[in-house]
């Protein structure tokens, strides 16, 4: 149900509880939506979602900007509770159309208009990322990654980055919290459970290689399983 429980207090951190995705919500099955928290306080400022295809990063940080913008425009919003700090702006930076990449290639695009986000933004504002960088390879996208969480910790800002370098959030303390100032990164797992999607989140180092083994063992996609069936096959 949503709910009208949020409050304005610019000295708070922010808490959402029990929040969810507006879109997830039917008339005729309202409960199906399954509701998480998260938090942003002084050492938790930026946070790197990773997490398995279709295990809920683009609907959580979706959710998140809802939260945000209905609160602001004084509407309730989907969530048992919201106390936060408003956000000057809410900044988003999800794939474009690829009529829009036509001139500067995909990835070069991606670059501007990350560019052009990251000069509008303060200490205040909320930016939302999804798959940033993820156009090029992934050494590639992970360089520029890097950069990019870097200079939004300089400038304070709060973020969600949802993305498959798991490497991102694996070396988030030896690589990009080490210059940071009090606010850190940290990484934020859409979990799996036995191999299903919970459609929850939670502060976790990213599942990366374990969720892919799981994958891998059920499909029969393993080195064994391969050479055992094609060993059948040959006996047959």
């Not at 936060?84 to 829009?100: G, I, N, R, S, Y």
């Not at 009090?182 to 299903?196: D, H, I, M, N, Y």
């Not at 374990?210 to 059948?232: C, D, M, N, R």
Request: charged share 25%; with cysteine; hydrophobic share 40%.
């Amino acid at each position: 149900m949503v709910s009208s429980g949020f409050c304005w207090d610019i000295r708070s951190t922010v808490s959402a509880k029990g929040f969810y995705n507006l879109k997830l919500i039917t008339a005729e099955k309202p409960e199906t939506a399954v509701a998480n928290d998260l938090a942003f306080d002084r050492e938790k400022k930026i946070y790197i979602l990773t997490g398995a295809n279709r295990g809920g990063k683009t609907t959580v940080t979706q959710a998140v900007g809802q939260l945000f913008l209905m609160a602001q425009s004084g509407i309730s919003v989907p969530a048992e509770q919201f106390v936060f700090d408003p956000a000057d702006q809410v900044l988003t930076h999800f794939p474009a159309d690829e009529d829009k990449t036509l001139d500067l290639g995909r990835l070069g695009e991606e670059c501007r208009r990350f560019r052009e986000l990251f000069g509008k933004s303060t200490g205040r504002s909320l930016i939302l990322l999804n798959e940033t960088f993820s156009t090029t390879s992934f050494e590639e996208g992970y360089f520029i990654a890097v950069d990019a969480v870097k200079a939004m910790l300089n400038r304070d800002v709060r973020a969600i980055y949802n993305t498959h370098m798991h490497k991102l959030a694996q070396e988030l303390d030896s690589g990009i919290n080490t210059d940071a100032g009090e606010g850190k990164a940290v990484s934020l797992v859409a979990e799996t459970r036995e191999g299903v999607n919970s459609f929850r989140v939670k502060i976790a180092p990213p599942e990366g290689k374990s969720f892919a083994w799981e994958i891998a063992v059920k499909y029969g996609v393993t080195y064994e399983a391969l050479v055992s069936e094609a060993a059948e096959g040959t006996n047959a």
